[in-house]
């Protein structure tokens, strides 16, 4: 986790929150595909201010990049239109469907680089807390939190398993065939490890009384301060200028 002495990470999660709000509404009042793209280098800005640049741009690379080129290339291809800007036998690309192209992705880039950044930023424990500060039952928050650490958990189960099974002198590289006949074997104990966890998990719900009724107290606290309430009165004010601006001179 990084280092909770960082201004950004001392947020409150409403507050961080306010970033994939802000970028997903204002993407959609300002009709300039330009304006989405620009969203990325603001995310990649408080990333750098926040400590997190590294993690967040290799999310950025490996989880998003691929798949916005593939969507800009196909739409850029079966969208319809008159202006062709260059062909192929029967692939045409055409002047409306690059632009299309750009406004698609460009809004696909702007929210995704918020949403990643925003639980970049922001622990599942904080949002879990936070969540039953507003009212949220803790029980269900306790279903958030327990889902999101799930796939990180289990993925560093199965390369232990992994790699206990390459000290057995089981290949586990090599062609996908061989990787494939190398997991197979993991599939067993990862299972059951996952079985045995969650049964200790319940176990030890019980033995803080979860199940129990009233109030619940917790050491892991979260405080709202004024800096957070003016940086949420600062995005709401923007957001109404720019639907201002939406009505007055883009509409």
């Not at 280092?3 to 993407?27: A, D, E, Q, R, W």
């Not at 969208?79 to 696909?108: D, F, N, Q």
Request: hydrophobic content about 55%; aromatic content about 10%.
């Amino acid at each position: 986790m990084p280092n909770k002495g960082n201004f950004i990470l001392n947020l409150y999660p409403s507050t961080k929150f306010m970033l994939p709000l802000f970028v997903t509404i204002s993407i959609f009042l300002v009709p300039s595909y330009l304006f989405a793209y620009m969203m990325l280098p603001l995310c990649i800005a408080i990333a750098l201010i926040a400590g997190v640049a590294k993690q967040f741009l290799n999310l950025i690379v490996k989880g998003l990049l691929l798949l916005v080129l593939f969507i800009f290339i196909i739409q850029s291809v079966i969208a319809p239109g008159e202006e062709i800007i260059w062909s192929w036998g029967i692939i045409s690309i055409k002047e409306e469907g690059v632009m299309l192209s750009l406004t698609l992705t460009s809004r696909i880039v702007a929210i995704a680089s918020a949403f990643l950044l925003f639980f970049r930023i922001t622990s599942i424990r904080d949002i879990s807390q936070a969540l039953e500060k507003v009212g949220m039952s803790p029980k269900f928050s306790y279903a958030i939190l327990a889902t999101f650490q799930f796939i990180p958990e289990i993925s560093k189960r199965s390369k232990v398993i992994m790699d206990a099974q390459k000290a057995r002198g089981v290949e586990t590289e090599g062609s996908l065939l061989t990787r494939t006949k190398a997991f197979v074997p993991v599939l067993g104990p990862l299972v059951l490890s996952s079985i045995a966890n969650t049964e200790e998990r319940a176990i030890t719900l019980e033995t803080r009384a979860f199940s129990t009724k009233g109030k619940k107290t917790s050491l892991h606290k979260l405080h709202k301060t004024k800096t957070d309430m003016s940086i949420q009165i600062l995005v709401i004010i923007f957001i109404i200028f720019l639907a201002v601006g939406r009505v007055m001179i883009w509409n």
